[in-house]
């Protein structure tokens, strides 16, 4: 009977911390920041994740784990700090258009309430891609985020193309 409890509960936590997005993040590594000698250790883990709909930009973004039975069951609520750095790493390609604030990444932080979320913005003016990360909750909401902005350059000898051309 236990068995069968602790599946359902996995498999529930497993789907509801899933994310939305294009693809998965990947993960560049972990470092632990709390050991614990009997359960899982706290953690900072830090991922890339490209643009889906920009080609040639790509984020990192680091999000604590608190570990213990509770982090890992999904039952813990996830701590709100995040960074989040972009950069243009090839020839910038939109590949469609897009409204300021659109979300690229979204991952549930707790296993209700809260999820952080990666959207994507453009300074048409300076030609800069604005990205934002933040965590938010149902009820209260949550101050804690990160900006990073990434000026649309030219690559090799094609032009830099202008991200206000492409916004809805």
Not at 18 to 27: F, H, K, N, R, V
Not at 43 to 48: G, H, P, Y
Not at 98 to 115: D, V
Not at 122 to 139: E, G, H, M, P, Q
Request: with cysteine.
């Amino acid at each position: 009977m236990y068995r069968y409890l602790l599946a359902v509960i996995m498999l529930f936590t497993a789907s509801v911390t899933t994310w939305a997005g294009s693809d998965d993040p990947e993960l560049i590594f972990k470092k632990t920041t709390v050991f614990r000698l009997l359960s899982p250790n706290a953690e900072l883990a830090t991922f890339a994740i490209d643009d889906p709909l920009i080609d040639g930009v790509a984020c990192h973004f680091t999000i604590p784990n608190i570990g213990g039975w509770k982090g890992w069951a999904g039952f813990a609520e996830e701590r709100s700090e995040i960074s989040l750095a972009c950069r243009q790493i090839g020839p910038v390609k939109f590949n469609g258009k897009f409204k300021q604030g659109e979300e690229i990444y979204k991952k549930r932080r707790s296993l209700f309430f809260k999820k952080m979320q990666i959207v994507r913005g453009c300074d048409a003016k300076r030609n800069v891609l604005v990205y934002l990360v933040y965590s938010d909750k149902i009820i209260e909401g949550s101050p804690k985020n990160s900006t990073s902005t990434v000026p649309i350059m030219p690559w090799g000898t094609a032009p830099a193309p202008k991200c206000g051309e492409y916004l809805n």
